[in-house]
């Protein structure tokens, strides 16, 4: 399930998204009230949105847009998935990407998207961010320059970059509006967001993920970030449970843990039938980084080994840990098993 539909039902009929969707919040509010007594409320809510989305030509329905770090990114699959799956809805979609591409293998579901992307990095539009930033600052003097100055207090360049970045998102959104905002990683995208939300006021959600929680970003930023935010999601109880410990009581009803998941009905699967004489694969696909936990599928099949278990690793993928783990695949004795 796609994270920016599963976060509205709370807080749906107040937002601006909403109004635009409906025409007057008090229509909506008899709709929301019926569908959350529901016995599947979010089966009912989905149902909704679809009936809703209909009675508008593509051109007049509410636009979602997604702030992403680079787009495409191959290793980001998640992101593509939710916006297959809001594009599958009849949801408008647009793209907006931190960074400009780096030339690596892109995904063949790419193909299948067809939101348009505006690039946001400094490469080839310092002129455009600098205009831009000019038209907002004259247009509105007194948020431009709050803002400005909150970004200047936490003290960092890359922070202020991305308020630049978000007085050029802030200007094109004027110009060719979307409703809401919804970034992934607490980083550059969010960053971007919460600041494009302080210019022109369009609410933003965003996804926590790993890394970007724990390690990239200041714990004061973290928390302006979820503060204004309409509601934060992530994808692990663990996280919940930390970004609650960081904003308190007062927000945590806008934390929610949506678990990635995968649409099985797109693979081919047949599991091992009993006349099968092989040993039993375990495969792992990933990039060969500390993160992904390779180091530890391989200790757990060395467990097995010992177990006297048939079976055998297949790892795809590749990475700067590469050389690391072929030496522990040998220390422990498992290159006939491991490949």
Known sequence: MCSIQRIFPQRSWRSGWWRTCRGTTTQLRAKLLRWMEHDRPLTAFLSFCEKELMQYQPEQRPTIGYVVSTWPRLSQTFVLNEILALEQRGQPVRIFSIKDPGGEPIHAKLAKVRAPVAYLSFRRRRRAILAANLRIARALPGRYFRTLLRALRYGRRDVLR?????GYLADLVRRDPVSHLHAHFTTAPTLVAMFTHD?????????????????????????????????VITCTEYNREYLSSQVGVATNGKLHCIYHGLDLSQFQFMGQRASDSGPLVILSVARLVEKKGLGDLLVAADILRRRGLCFQVEIIGDGPLRRALEVQVMQLGLSDRVK
């Open 162 to 166: 991305c308020f630049f970045q978000a």
């Open 199 to 231: 210019l022109v006021r369009i609410p933003y959600t965003f996804t926590a993920h790993a890394r970007d929680i724990y390690a990239d970003t200041q714990p004061e930023l973290l928390r302006a970030e979820m503060q204004r935010a309409q509601a």
